[in-house]
């Protein structure tokens, strides 16, 4: 059974950059699925940001695309997402899942979230 | 792309039948039948419900069941037990490989 862990710093100050990596086990990254990031602001609901497929190939939610960049290291079987020029409104608890071969158009493999802040 | 719209709360109790609505437009909800459904207990990760509108996944309980009318999804869980207070979330495809994710509805059991 696939298992998704996000790790990153929990602290981001303004106008910087989010970097959160999100560790695959239990699996191949360079399987047939898709891996996302979704967040979650406090008191909100989730927002998809973005996906990757192992070839390197993304998606990007379009109120994002300008700001978020979705990498792929197979050789440590993990993913990672860039966040630019970060305010306050990007706080939120960051999730990475999975959609693929068996439920191609749902996210059936969550990690638990990191919560990211970002304040001075 | 706008958040799908969902009750802020729905209640019921235990033994009783809530359903929870999920509406798009004619863009994600209507246009597709990728319609999708997380339960979400705080601190913890989101589990799959329901995916491709009324489908459920190994080991879902059949007391949740999807359904769709023309832009409104639809959850109705059955039976309702204690542990299924949680908030509820809704996502659609929504074309051009993007995804859109409902607002939420927490579900309490009185």
């Known amino acids: 059974q696939v298992q998704l862990q996000e790790s990153g710093p929990g602290l981001v100050k303004p106008s910087g950059t989010l970097s959160l990596t999100c560790a695959v086990s239990?699996?191949?990254?360079?399987?047939?699925?898709?891996w996302s990031w979704v967040r979650q602001p406090p008191g909100k609901g989730l927002e998809w940001i973005g996906e990757i497929y192992h070839s390197g190939s993304t998606n990007y939610n379009p109120s994002l695309k300008s700001r978020v960049t979705i990498s792929v290291d197979k050789s440590r079987n993990q993913f990672s997402l860039k966040l630019t020029s970060v305010t306050a409104a990007d706080t939120a608890v960051y999730y990475c899942?999975?959609?693929?071969?068996?439920?191609?158009?749902?996210?059936?493999?969550w990690g638990q979230g990191t919560m990211v802040t970002v304040s001075s | 792309q706008s958040a799908l719209t969902q009750p802020r709360s729905v209640s019921g109790s235990p033994g009783q039948s809530v359903t929870i609505s999920c509406t798009g437009t004619?863009?994600?909800?209507?246009?597709?039948?990728?319609v999708s459904w997380y339960q979400h207990h705080p601190g913890k990760a989101p589990k799959l419900m329901i995916y491709?509108?009324?489908k459920r996944p190994s080991g879902v309980p059949d007391r949740f069941s999807g359904s769709k009318s023309g832009n409104t999804a639809s959850l109705t869980i059955s039976g309702l037990q204690a542990e299924d207070e949680a908030d509820y979330y809704c996502c659609s495809y929504a074309g051009s490989y993007v995804y859109v994710f409902g607002t939420g509805t927490k579900v309490t059991v009185l």
């Open positions: 004619s863009s994600d909800v209507g246009g597709y039948n990728y």
């Open positions: 239990g699996g191949s990254i360079s399987s047939n699925n898709w």
């Open positions: 491709d509108v009324s």
């Open positions: 899942a999975k959609r693929g071969a068996n439920y191609v158009f749902a996210f059936d493999i």
